[in-house]
């Protein structure tokens, strides 16, 4: 149990395009989602947290008119990465947790990742 | 700002080696995960512990809260559990829900 889906895993696009991304929770409700990116040769960084109605909360130096996220339902989320950059080459991978379950949800579960090659 | 330290950066060893990857943390957390990642990127979840110890096949996690520290140990190490290993720690939230915070990993090579 606990899957966590991504699409699509890869993906090349032209500078100015935007991408969507997608994070899905095959059995599982995800209360929260969690977006990540790992730029090559360093770590995981929190970008932004995601509850199903509500707005996403954005990490600091983020930028929440470029990088939108709707959680519209308990096992979606989606990133778009709007007028991409080749900056924005980087993988990103999403989280999703259930806060409901007992423990206060803590364990979190990963998607596979999505690679983001900006041209 | 919590700052969480692992070491080693870089680890090389034999197959049927004990291992240990060490990581540290500054600030009060409410749990610690250790995460795999292999060379494709993908994530899986190893450990999640906010006391005491826990054991998985050959790998054994622990945690110390009072010194802030946590150590991954793998026993009988296999070529195949080469990988990057990912110490991250979840703060302490008022009920919400918080992102992790990694750490830089452990790229861990085992040779046959």
């Known amino acids: 149990g606990a899957v966590v889906s991504q699409h699509p895993s890869r993906v090349i696009c032209k500078s100015g395009t935007s991408v969507k991304i997608e994070c899905r929770s095959l059995?599982?409700?995800?209360?929260?989602m969690f977006w990540y990116r790992q730029f090559p040769k360093q770590s995981l960084m929190l970008m932004a947290t995601s509850n199903e109605g509500s707005k996403a909360t954005y990490e600091q130096g983020v930028e929440k008119d470029k990088f939108l996220i709707n959680h519209a339902s308990l096992t979606l989320s989606t990133l778009t990465v709007t007028s991409a950059h080749p900056e924005d080459s980087s993988f990103y991978i999403c989280?999703?947790?259930?806060?409901?379950?007992?423990?206060?949800?803590?364990?979190?579960?990963f998607g596979p990742g999505t690679r983001l090659t900006v041209l | 700002k919590n700052e969480v330290e692992q070491s080693p950066q870089n680890l090389t060893a034999q197959e049927g080696e004990f291992i240990t990857i060490n990581c540290s943390y500054s600030?009060?957390?409410?749990?610690l995960h250790w995460l795999q990642q292999h060379p494709g990127g993908g994530i899986v979840s190893l450990f999640m512990?906010?006391?005491g110890k826990k054991k998985h096949g050959r790998l054994i996690a622990t945690i110390n809260i009072q010194e802030k520290h946590s150590s991954l140990h793998i026993t009988a190490s296999h070529p195949r559990d080469s990988a990057v290993y990912i110490c991250a720690v979840s703060l302490f939230s008022g009920g919400g829900a918080d992102g992790l915070t990694f750490g830089k990993g452990t790229h861990l090579i085992i040779q046959p």
């Open positions: 512990l906010s006391s």
């Open positions: 600030v009060g957390i409410s749990a």
């Open positions: 059995d599982f409700q995800a209360t929260t």
């Open positions: 989280s999703a947790r259930d806060l409901r379950l007992a423990g206060g949800g803590n364990e979190q579960f």
